[in-house]
């Protein structure tokens, strides 16, 4: 077999030391313009992450449809590609939680990321996703922000007002929630009204940023396409209702 797709450990402490031990060190803040980090670790941990990406099989305990495997695989080829956004078109009912899920799972796996920041514009949104990463990545250790903002774990899960707020929320001198402490943002239902009114989330934090939205392409606002670096018309990948229906997974909407 091929020694580039072999992880680098597959035991769990090894790997949470391995990530401190890269993200701590002094170079780390000092991205390139592509959001890749400028040195790479003993010149080969770019080219590592990335073959490990490809390599690893997305869960079926976790998704099992072809078109949720597919929108994972497409933020991967945008990552890989240096691209540090991605937008996905997903029909409302098609799983775009569960896809989000299993999305992290696979960059932690991969050892791309190892927290995780998900938000949403309501509290049964933000519930929904807790349940769903309890459910489905216990080991994520998933945290309520709304409920619970003293919580620790790998996966946190917050409407936009109240990551707001933990934001501009310091202990002493420090800040409650560094630039760099997150990896990864997943934003559901992303468009343009919250970045005007929430913006300053993702310019704070320096992560790769995922889009969700249920809004056809076509439909998207061309701003919206802006913000994720992204043609109009053209997401990182789109499932919408028509296919979902001619499919058998949706039924039409009732007029």
């Not at 959001?35 to 490990?52: D, K, M, P, Y």
């Not at 896809?99 to 927290?115: C, E, P, S, T």
């Not at 807790?130 to 922000?145: C, R, T, Y």
Request: no cysteine.
């Amino acid at each position: 077999s091929d020694d580039r797709l072999r992880p680098i450990t597959t035991d769990p402490t090894t790997a949470d030391a391995l990530y401190e031990g890269i993200r701590n060190l002094p170079w780390r803040d000092h991205m390139a313009p592509s959001g890749t980090l400028a040195v790479s670790f003993n010149g080969t941990s770019e080219a590592i992450r990335n073959s490990h990406f490809g390599a690893l099989r997305v869960k079926d305990a976790i998704v099992e449809r072809y078109y949720q495997k597919r929108a994972i695989t497409s933020i991967g080829e945008q990552f890989t590609q240096k691209r540090r956004k991605a937008l996905l078109v997903m029909a409302t009912g098609s799983g775009k939680t569960r896809m989000a899920v299993a999305l992290v799972d696979q960059l932690q796996r991969a050892g791309w990321i190892k927290r995780t920041l998900f938000l949403a514009d309501r509290k049964a949104l933000v519930n929904q996703a807790v349940g769903a990463f309890k459910e489905h990545l216990p080991e994520s250790s998933p945290v309520n922000l709304v409920t619970e903002p003293d919580k620790t774990g790998r996966v946190y899960v917050s409407t936009y007002p109240t990551m707001m707020g933990l934001i501009n929320d310091s202990q002493g001198q420090e800040a409650r929630y560094g630039v760099g402490y997150f990896d990864l943002v997943i934003i559901d239902e992303a468009h343009r009204s919250v970045y005007q009114k929430y913006g300053e989330i993702f310019h704070y934090f320096d992560s790769l940023l995922v889009g969700l939205t249920a809004t056809p392409s076509d439909h998207v606002d061309k701003n919206t396409y802006k913000l994720f670096d992204l043609e109009p018309g053209i997401p990182t990948d789109a499932y919408e209702l028509e296919k979902a229906v001619a499919d058998g997974f949706l039924v039409p909407p009732r007029v």
